[in-house]
C-alpha cells in the first residue's frame, strides 16, 4: 500500500504555470476588444451616489473573490500529458522512441496511482469494494457541457455561471476579461458543430494527485483532460448604435482545444466534488516534456536526501 501511495507523490512537488483560457476564439476577441483602464479620479463621490456604493461592492467583492482563490488555489498535476498522434512526434529515430517511451511510462503512471486512490479507499483491503471511482466514463459528456457553458457565459458576461463552473484562478482571469469590455459590446457565441468526431472528443490524459492545501493540510485531486474538435462562431454587436453587428466582427473557425477539467475528492469519504475547468493546455512537445520529467526527477532526487 506505501509503495503504491508513493507513486503518486512525486506529483505534489512541482507545477506548470499554464495559461488558462477559455475558447480562443472567443479570448483573441476579448483582447482586441479591450481598451486601457481609466486612471482614478481624484473628486470624491457624494456620500449617496450609488456609482460609489458600486464601486465599493466591486472592491469588496474583489477582495472576497481573491480569498477564495487562495483557499481553493488548484495547480495543474505534473507530468500532465497531451500526447501528439504519432505524425507529430520527433523525426529523429532516438527521440521518436524516446517520446513514445515517454508516453507508455505517463499512462502506467496514472494507472498505478489511481489503482493506489482506490486501494487506499477499501475499508478493508482486497475485501471491500473501494470507495474512491473516477467515473471515466462521464468524463467527456460533462467536458462538453461545461466547454458550451464556459463560453455562452463569456460571450454573454454571465460571472456568476463562470464562477460555479471554473476554478477560482480561471475565474478571476475571465472576470477581468469581461470588465475590460467596452461598454455598448454585445458578444454572440454559437457552437456551429462538433467537428473530426471519428476521433473527438477523446480522453487525452487522466490521473489522479495531491496538493498541499491552504490550511497546511493535503488536498486530493481527480483530473482529466478531454480534446474538443468544433466549429464556433462569434459575433460582435454594438448596443449604441441600436444592435448593429459590428463590421467584420463575425469569426467562424474550426478548434482543437485541450480542456482541463478538475475535481476535489474528500479524503474520508473518497466523493468527488463536481468537474470544475481548470483551463486549456497546449498538445505537448518532447522537448518540453522531458524537461519536466528531469525537473521532476532532480526535485525528487534531493528530496530523499533531506534528512
Known amino acids: 500500500m506505501a509503495d503504491l501511495m508513493r507513486i503518486s507523490r512525486p506529483w505534489l512537488l512541482p507545477t506548470r504555470m499554464v495559461w488558462r483560457a477559455p475558447s480562443p476564439v472567443l479570448c483573441g476577441l476579448y483582447r482586441t476588444t479591450t481598451i486601457p483602464l481609466r486612471q482614478y479620479s481624484t473628486r470624491r463621490p457624494t456620500r449617496n451616489s450609488d456609482s460609489a456604493r458600486a464601486k465599493l461592492f466591486n472592491v469588496n467583492q474583489r477582495k472576497d473573490d481573491l480569498i477564495n482563490m487562495q483557499a481553493n488555489m488548484t495547480i495543474l498535476i505534473p507530468e500532465t500529458l497531451v500526447a501528439p498522434p504519432l505524425s507529430r512526434y520527433p523525426r529523429q529515430p532516438s527521440k521518436f522512441f524516446d517520446m513514445l517511451w515517454l508516453h507508455i511510462r505517463a499512462r502506467a503512471q496514472a494507472f498505478w496511482a489511481v489503482l493506489g486512490m482506490k486501494l487506499s479507499s477499501q475499508p478493508r483491503i482486497f475485501i471491500t469494494k473501494p470507495l474512491f471511482k473516477f467515473h471515466k466514463s462521464a468524463a467527456i459528456p460533462a467536458a462538453k457541457a461545461l466547454h458550451v457553458r464556459m463560453s455562452e457565459a463569456m460571450a454573454v458576461g454571465d ?139 532532480a526535485l525528487s532526487l534531493e528530496q530523499t536526501k533531506m534528512p
Open 159 to 297: 460571472k456568476d455561471s463562470l464562477r460555479h463552473i471554473c476554478t477560482p484562478e480561471l475565474f478571476t482571469t475571465l472576470a477581468s476579461t469581461i470588465d475590460a469590455r467596452p461598454r455598448g459590446t454585445r458578444v454572440q457565441w454559437e457552437l456551429v458543430k462538433y467537428d473530426q468526431q471519428w476521433r473527438h472528443p477523446r480522453i487525452a490524459d487522466w490521473r489522479v494527485g495531491y496538493q498541499p492545501g491552504f490550511d497546511g493540510g493535503v488536498r486530493t485531486l481527480k483530473q482529466v483532460v478531454v480534446t474538443i474538435s468544433s466549429v464556433q462562431r462569434v459575433t460582435r454587436y454594438d448596443d449604441t448604435q441600436r444592435g448593429a453587428k459590428v463590421p467584420g466582427s463575425e469569426r467562424v473557425r474550426h478548434m482543437t482545444e485541450h480542456l482541463v477539467l478538475q475535481a476535489q475528492v474528500d479524503n474520508v469519504t473518497y466523493e468527488a466534488g463536481p468537474w470544475k475547468i481548470w483551463g486549456t493546455l497546449s498538445e505537448s512537445t518532447y522537448e518540453a516534456y522531458k524537461a519536466e520529467v528531469e525537473n521532476i526527477r
